[in-house]
Nanobody, 128 residues
């Protein structure tokens, strides 16, 4: 059941930045670990980052470290993905997801099977 709504995608040039948002209408949002994934055409879904419910613990993929930052505002039931220095290889549909069972992040947060709820995705296209 999809209850998450991503926004903020678009067409940008290489080197630009974008901030994606993911709104979760559930009042239990503050108890969810949240993740960001992306999927490019003809490629498997790829983990980007995850953040614990309180927002003080995060984990990133190697490709995201140093360029992407995940954060959340529990007052707004929203999680963000700040993306800097975007490159054409970052072109993909970006998804947020909710892990309702765990209140921590670790290397296992990269497995999409941990997440029960997904958004519809937002497209990010980076031109060279």
């Amino acid at each position: 059941q999809r209850r998450l709504v991503e926004s903020g995608g678009g067409l940008v040039q290489a080197g630009d930045s974008l901030r994606l948002s993911c709104a979760a209408p559930s009042p239990s949002f503050t108890t969810y670990t949240m993740g960001w994934f992306r999927q490019a055409p003809e490629k498997e879904r790829e983990f980007i980052a995850a953040i614990n419910p309180s927002g003080d613990s995060t984990v990133y993929s190697d490709s995201a470290k140093g360029r992407f930052t995940v954060s959340r505002d529990n007052r707004k039931n929203t999680v963000y993905l700040e993306m800097n220095n975007l490159q054409p290889d970052d072109t993909a549909t970006y998804y947020c997801a909710a892990d309702r069972k765990r209140s921590w992040v670790n290397s296992g947060s990269s497995y999409s099977s941990r997440y029960e709820s997904w958004g519809q995705g937002t497209q990010v296209t980076v031109s060279s």
